[in-house]
C-alpha cells in the first residue's frame, strides 16, 4: 500500500496553516474537521480535501484515506482527543510519522515509547521569545 496522504486532524490557527503550508508544497493534503465552518481558516491557496466529520469515529478516519496516511498531524483543542487520535493512529494504522499539538508538557510521557512527536505551543513559543530576547540583549 502507498502511503501519500498528509491528514490534519483540527482546522484551527495551527492545523490549517500547517495543512496550506504542505499543500503549497505539493503533498496530498486531506484536513479533517467537525464542523465544516473551521475551514474558512484554510488560505486561497489550500489545494487539498476538506473531510466534515468527528475523527473519533474510526469511519471518518478511513473515509479520510488514514490507511494511506505517511503523516498525520492533531491539532485539536483538545489534549485527551489528541493523544487518543496518535495512539489510534500509531497502533491500528500505522502511520510513519504522527505529530500532536498538547497544551500540557506533563502529557508528553503518555508517548513515551512511541515514534510518536508532540508540539508544545507554551514551549514553541517561550523557545521563541528567549531567541528574541538575546538579539535584543546583544545589541
Do not use: W
Request: glycine residues 6%; negative net charge.
Amino acid at each position: 500500500m502507498k502511503r501519500n496522504k498528509f491528514i490534519v486532524i483540527g482546522s484551527g490557527r495551527l492545523g490549517s496553516n500547517i495543512a496550506t503550508q504542505m499543500s503549497e508544497l505539493g503533498e496530498d493534503v486531506i484536513i479533517v474537521d467537525a464542523t465544516d465552518d473551521s475551514f474558512r481558516k484554510l488560505q486561497e491557496s489550500f489545494s487539498g480535501y476538506q473531510v466534515v466529520g468527528d475523527a473519533t469515529d474510526l469511519s471518518v478516519l478511513e473515509n479520510s484515506y488514514v490507511k494511506h496516511a505517511k503523516t498525520v498531524v492533531i491539532t485539536t483543542d483538545s489534549d485527551n482527543v489528541n493523544i487518543y487520535l496518535a495512539h489510534i493512529c500509531y497502533y491500528i494504522y500505522n502511520v510513519p510519522n504522527i505529530f500532536v499539538r498538547l497544551a500540557d508538557t506533563d502529557k508528553g510521557t503518555l508517548l513515551e515509547g512511541t515514534y510518536i512527536k508532540a508540539i508544545y505551543p507554551f514551549t514553541l513559543s517561550l523557545q521563541d521569545f528567549m531567541k528574541l530576547y538575546k538579539e535584543e540583549d546583544a545589541k
